[in-house]
């Protein structure tokens, strides 16, 4: 018997913005516990939420970027719930009338509808520690973006395409850092399973999936969890899971509640948001280029298709690549993406670090980097070379100059001595033409340049004898 599973994701976004949604507690996930909160954020009696402007500006950049009608009015509402990380005893966010409805991310299987994307409160972190309960209520209030998709989504592979399309959307309008090891990207999977061609199944859902890996096993594992429940003839239970990653299995956390236990109502400290025509078009017309046309853009210049989707899952890479491009502009792109995606971004994958944070404090690496390619698409060093020298500007940031100066490297380079004495030769005409003529102390000239070229590291005599052989060869060429 052939099933089907349908699935729908609903993502908790961060919002990048300096202060919480409502208070002046400042956003930072790495600061001492309880070190960010505002007496709001703890649930004082008598304080007021204010609105952070810049945070809904973002929610509506974010809206416009997957597509979505804009509501011109949103209001805030409370969703009641008690837990021990929720001081106010209830979450400030949009039910009823959301920022943003109606939207899709086209993927490379078919569009993904988005149904809503709303503006919301996150709640305090509980940590559960040697039989007692800590309390961390630093995340308690910041802004965050819940997108919700419809059930468009029907293999593990959609999935994770979607999310990172989705995570290359926020990366690239900076929205949010979309670093989903880091909890400022979290995706809750809706998942039912049914026989080809039956009505959907009752739907599971799993929460707080952090990493496209876990996703991926959480959802194999939670759809043969429902076939083997329907081929026992049981029925599946609408309720709520966790997935537990060491052990590979969900687990059943709560039934499923219906808004009604929520006693959703608006918050009568907020006045609704309102935002202007004009507010939507200035920034529908100042979004900056999204990864669907940064691709384009790459395919234009002759990127192979899967390497323009390598480089263009975060900004940083895509703009790394245009720095790169800079530097190496007498060469064609799709060579130079060849070296970023096999060499550079193949090897910090082995070392299991992202672009992003390897790049943090280099200054000069994107120009070594473009150094050594030009050394290698002009022939004056071989390949094994290229990647040694890559080998060594990821272990260390100095400049070129100094990172080959005392390293062995350029005398290895001499392997090619040839070819860059044909290049010299190449661009000295003249100085060719009065050896032909009988000048022979000329020779010292291309000696000169050639040392100065390899940074004194090859024996001066060896020089002259291969600029001798290849003058030689070079003017009864000519002839
Ligand atoms: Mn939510």
Same mark, same amino acid.
Request: proline share 3%; aromatic share 8%.
């Given at each position: 018997m052939e099933f089907k599973k349908t699935i729908g994701i609903e993502v908790h976004a961060q919002i990048d913005t300096k202060t919480k949604l409502f208070s002046r507690a400042l956003v930072d996930d790495m600061a001492k516990p309880n070190s960010q909160v505002d007496f709001l954020d703890a649930g004082f009696p008598g304080t007021l939420p204010v609105p952070n402007k810049q945070a809904i500006l973002m929610a509506l950049k974010t809206c416009l970027a997957l597509n979505m009608e804009i509501n011109n009015i949103s209001i805030f509402d409370r969703k009641h719930y008690f837990y021990q990380d929720l001081p106010l005893g209830y979450q400030i966010t949009q039910f009823y009338?959301?920022?943003?409805?109606?939207g899709y991310i086209d993927c490379s299987f078919g569009r993904v509808r988005i149904n809503r994307l709303h503006i919301e409160c996150d709640a305090g972190k509980s940590i559960y520690k040697d039989g007692h309960t800590f309390i961390d209520?630093?995340?308690?209030?910041v802004g965050l973006m819940e997108i919700v998709t419809e059930p468009d989504l029907h293999t593990e592979n959609e999935v994770i395409e979607f999310m990172k399309e989705l995570r290359a959307i926020l990366l690239a309008i900076k929205t949010c850092k979309a670093d989903m090891e880091k909890g400022n990207l979290r995706a809750d999977v809706n998942l039912s399973v049914a026989k080809e061609g039956d009505p959907l199944g009752t739907r599971v859902e799993i929460k707080n999936l952090n990493s496209f890996s876990t996703i991926k096993k959480a959802i194999t594992y939670e759809e043969q969890v429902q076939i083997d429940t329907i081929l026992s003839g049981k029925e599946v239970d609408q309720c709520t899971k966790l997935y537990d990653s060491e052990k590979n299995i969900t687990k059943t956390i709560r039934a499923k509640e219906n808004a009604m236990d929520y006693a959703y109502f608006p918050d009568a400290d907020l006045l609704p948001v309102f935002l202007s025509d004009a507010i939507i078009e200035e920034t529908k017309n100042n979004l900056p280029m999204l990864p669907k046309q940064m691709r384009e853009y790459l395919s234009d210049l002759g990127v192979a298709k899967e390497q323009a989707y390598i480089l263009t899952e975060t900004s940083v890479r895509f703009d790394f690549f245009n720095e790169l491009l800079n530097d190496i502009t007498k060469y064609l792109a799709f060579k130079v993406s060849n070296w970023v995606c096999s060499e550079l971004l193949g090897k910090l994958s082995k070392l299991e670090i992202e672009l992003e944070d390897f790049l943090? /404090? +280099? !200054?000069?690496f994107s120009s070594n980097f473009a150094k050594i390619i030009n050394l290698f698409e002009s022939g004056e060093i071989t390949r094994t070379i290229a990647k040694t020298m890559i080998d060594h500007i990821i272990e260390k940031d100095l400049s070129f100059d100094v990172l080959f100066k005392n390293s062995d490297l350029l005398t290895k380079c001499a392997i090619n001595l040839d070819a860059l004495i044909i290049k010299i030769l190449n661009n000295s005409p003249s100085e060719v033409e009065k050896f032909k003529k /009988? +000048? !022979?102390?000329?020779?010292m000239y291309f000696v000169g340049i050639v040392m100065k070229e390899t940074k004194g590291q090859i024996n001066a005599e060896l020089i002259k004898e291969k600029v001798l052989e290849q003058l030689n060869l070079f003017i009864n060429k000519i002839d």
């Amino acid at each position: 018997m052939e099933f089907k599973k349908t699935i729908g994701i609903e993502v908790h976004a961060q919002i990048d913005t300096k202060t919480k949604l409502f208070s002046r507690a400042l956003v930072d996930d790495m600061a001492k516990p309880n070190s960010q909160v505002d007496f709001l954020d703890a649930g004082f009696p008598g304080t007021l939420p204010v609105p952070n402007k810049q945070a809904i500006l973002m929610a509506l950049k974010t809206c416009l970027a997957l597509n979505m009608e804009i509501n011109n009015i949103s209001i805030f509402d409370r969703k009641h719930y008690f837990y021990q990380d929720l001081p106010l005893g209830y979450q400030i966010t949009q039910f009823y009338k959301p920022i943003g409805i109606n939207g899709y991310i086209d993927c490379s299987f078919g569009r993904v509808r988005i149904n809503r994307l709303h503006i919301e409160c996150d709640a305090g972190k509980s940590i559960y520690k040697d039989g007692h309960t800590f309390i961390d209520l630093n995340r308690a209030g910041v802004g965050l973006m819940e997108i919700v998709t419809e059930p468009d989504l029907h293999t593990e592979n959609e999935v994770i395409e979607f999310m990172k399309e989705l995570r290359a959307i926020l990366l690239a309008i900076k929205t949010c850092k979309a670093d989903m090891e880091k909890g400022n990207l979290r995706a809750d999977v809706n998942l039912s399973v049914a026989k080809e061609g039956d009505p959907l199944g009752t739907r599971v859902e799993i929460k707080n999936l952090n990493s496209f890996s876990t996703i991926k096993k959480a959802i194999t594992y939670e759809e043969q969890v429902q076939i083997d429940t329907i081929l026992s003839g049981k029925e599946v239970d609408q309720c709520t899971k966790l997935y537990d990653s060491e052990k590979n299995i969900t687990k059943t956390i709560r039934a499923k509640e219906n808004a009604m236990d929520y006693a959703y109502f608006p918050d009568a400290d907020l006045l609704p948001v309102f935002l202007s025509d004009a507010i939507i078009e200035e920034t529908k017309n100042n979004l900056p280029m999204l990864p669907k046309q940064m691709r384009e853009y790459l395919s234009d210049l002759g990127v192979a298709k899967e390497q323009a989707y390598i480089l263009t899952e975060t900004s940083v890479r895509f703009d790394f690549f245009n720095e790169l491009l800079n530097d190496i502009t007498k060469y064609l792109a799709f060579k130079v993406s060849n070296w970023v995606c096999s060499e550079l971004l193949g090897k910090l994958s082995k070392l299991e670090i992202e672009l992003e944070d390897f790049l943090i /404090g +280099k !200054v000069n690496f994107s120009s070594n980097f473009a150094k050594i390619i030009n050394l290698f698409e002009s022939g004056e060093i071989t390949r094994t070379i290229a990647k040694t020298m890559i080998d060594h500007i990821i272990e260390k940031d100095l400049s070129f100059d100094v990172l080959f100066k005392n390293s062995d490297l350029l005398t290895k380079c001499a392997i090619n001595l040839d070819a860059l004495i044909i290049k010299i030769l190449n661009n000295s005409p003249s100085e060719v033409e009065k050896f032909k003529k /009988g +000048k !022979v102390q000329i020779v010292m000239y291309f000696v000169g340049i050639v040392m100065k070229e390899t940074k004194g590291q090859i024996n001066a005599e060896l020089i002259k004898e291969k600029v001798l052989e290849q003058l030689n060869l070079f003017i009864n060429k000519i002839d």
